[in-house]
């Protein structure tokens, strides 16, 4: 029998072949790389000796004759120990010159728990392995290479550990002439050896391997996308008959929506409980009804994560003695729902979008199977393509760092876990029933959780508890640490509510009458609109110079010229720009009974110890850092390490424990090398391409107009403070870029 002219039977080409093909490559290369580096042997390094001549080979002890030490020093075999000076805040402790003969210099230092540092020049040069900050020079004035020795995580119980520290490398074997300059550091006898061309060679790092697993992976995951064979799937459960005619009944009971926002809210209460009381019971019992809410409709699950974003400090305890972190189990168990959710709905005999149960019965499995539509792409655009590949970058910078377990520990709580709720976000509005009403549920639970941690802060001001008194003024923190940290996160969902209130979204889909909502001075007031008054007040009292200075003015601009367009466009009354000038003047007139405090009568004050004062030591230090990594950063979460033990300035000894450089841009080149800043350069503009966009034809343009002061905010206080780099906020940076994603099926709404 003839085959059909129609039909052909699949063909093998080097098409399908070369991901595969690619694949096997890359894990041959990174199973070879990876037998050498644990093949590899770090030879001894042979121990300190009396020397007569510092020459290629020699670990020479600090009581050798080569060296020449000022008044004052103890020396023995163990090291040399400067002494007290009478100012030791303007003059160095001791100076040691030596001459040697080789290209590689170091020396063995001991770092540890105590403030003192070092200058080194080498032929009147700068130490050309040690930071070397413009600027910050030496007893003589003269430029040197510098090494700070506080390194408190590698304090002993027997003091200060000895490490050794390249600290130049010459084009010739010299001879060289050495000066050392130690400042502080009495008592921990902070010189212990000197080694000429001694230190082993540097031992392969791991970082080539993900580089070469990451090829492999992208090139196959391009490889699938292009293929146009559509996604065949079995019979997935011998129990899915049965789950999808429960799960059918459970939709209709659950098709009235505020018997659905009363579930969900009695979810999000019993979590809450189980928090605060510390009763994994109602933790757990919360958890299941989320659960089954999710199943029915998954935007309900990542509107309960989103609500729950500002209080992810606090773990969700599920057994006695045991707690899991909100923000994994949202992103992680989200999509498990998603995906059972997804399987559900193909046991129900549904595609891509939802077919109304009456309309037509269910098909067979044996015409689902063979019409199951082609599966979507997880990265379907050049946004969520740029932020994959950020994703990626940041796991190879990881792996390369200093300090690789810290590194790789936020890898996973931050980037990995915003990968996985970008998914979850465009899986969530993809299988739903509107696009537009999955974002209205998702973009009210975040406003929700905005307001219930500004109401705490406001409570925490009346009752006077849990608050911060510093220069003057009494700040609320909210849940968070930090006051700063609840104003990063208040200025976002306050520019967000304010741009759909302004241009009017109307009713938000969680169940509350059409009627409640008035026409007030040419503004369409929802539900949730008079909830935007305590996170405005919170802001103010946060006392955030960050925030009230450079995140609200660029908040009220942005929102003033995006209005200005979108309401010009609809031909619509400009009304709203009066009231955006009110909320400036508000706030103008909240903070000025306090601008004689310190706090602010302070603010232009850049002298040493000042705030302003270490904020330009900081970006000083962090600038030096950026251009001594360019490639892969110092690595995620080791800003702390890099910058105390290798960076930080004299005039910034006061805080030496900051973990990120207080500006975005910095903080981004810092962490994963110019790369990543170029990376997270285009995800941004992509976004906020897309957008403009949105709030010039309208269809998404009050959500779009307020995301994009949203961003406006964020990146004018990220100019001095944090930005994107902590696990809440990286995941509102996702949900700002991607939550109106133009790639998305468009779905019309059921009418209610």
Known sequence: M???????????SARALWPWLLLLVCLIAAAG????????????????????????????????????????????????????PDNPWTEPSGRVTFAYRGRDLALQLAVGAYWGYIYVTVDGAPANRLARIPGNTDSQGLPAGYRPLLAPERQTDAGPAAVWTPVHRAADDGPHEVVVEVWRSWGQIPLRAVAVDALPAASLPLWPVAVALLVGLWGLYFGWRTST?????????????????????????????????????????????????AGWPATDAGLALLILLGLLRPELWAAALLFGLPFYLHPLPILPGRA????????????VILASHRSIL??????????????????????????????????????????????????????????????????????????????????????????????????????????????????????????IQAEGVTRVRGLYGSPNNLALYLERTLAVGIGDWGLGIGDWGLGIPNCVNRRVYGLRHTPYAILLLPQLLALVLTFSKGALFLGIPAMLLVLAVGGAVALARRGQSRRFLWWLAAIG????????PFWGTDRFRLLFDLGAGTTGGLRLNLWRSAWAMALDHPWLGVGPDNFLYAYRSGYILPAAWQDPSLNHPHNFVLDWWTRLGLPGLLLAAFWLGTGVRRLWRGLQA??????????LAAIAAALAHG?????????????VWVFLLHTTNADLPMVADEEE
């Open 719 to 731: 100019l001095i403070d944090a930005s994107y780099a902590l696990p809440d906020l990286m995941l």
């Open 33 to 84: 790389w990876l037998l050498a580096y644990f093949a590899q042997e770090t030879p001894p390094l042979a121990a300190p000796q009396a020397a007569t001549a510092l020459t290629g080979g020699v670990v020479a002890r600090m009581d050798s004759p080569v060296f020449r030490y000022s008044p004052g020093w103890r020396i023995s075999a163990q090291g040399a120990d400067p002494r007290e």
């Open 346 to 467: 193909y046991c129900r005999g549904v595609e891509a979008h939802r077919r109304e149960e009456e309309a037509a019965p269910l098909p067979t499995p044996h015409t689902i199977r063979n019409s199951f539509p082609t599966a979507r792409s997880p990265i379907s655009d050049l946004q969520s393509l740029l932020f994959f590949l950020l994703l990626s970058l940041a796991l190879v910078s990881a792996l390369a760092a200093q300090q690789t377990g810290v590194a790789l520990r936020e890898w996973r709580t931050l980037f990995l876990a915003a990968g996985g709720f970008a998914l979850l976000l465009g899986g969530t509005v993809a299988l739903s029933d509107g696009r537009k009403r999955s974002q209205r549920v998702l973009v009210a639970a975040w406003l929700a959780g905005g307001t219930v941690v500004a109401l705490v802060a406001l409570w925490q001001f009346v009752s006077g508890s849990m608050i």
């Open 229 to 277: 064979r559509p996604v065949r799937m079995g019979r997935i459960w011998t129990w899915a008959d049965g789950l999808a005619v429960v799960h059918g009944r459970l939709s209709r009971f659950f098709a009235v929506r505020r018997r659905l926002l009363l579930f969900w809210s009695t979810a999000l209460l019993m979590v809450a409980a189980g928090v605060v009381f």
């Open 324 to 335: 899991l972190n909100l923000i994994e189990i949202g992103v992680w168990g989200g999509l």
């Open 698 to 707: 309208g269809e998404d343009a009050p959500l779009a107009l307020g995301c």
């Open 585 to 592: 003047a508000a706030v103008v007139v909240g903070v000025l």
């Open 2 to 12: 003839n085959a059909s002219p129609t039909s052909s039977p699949p063909a093998t």
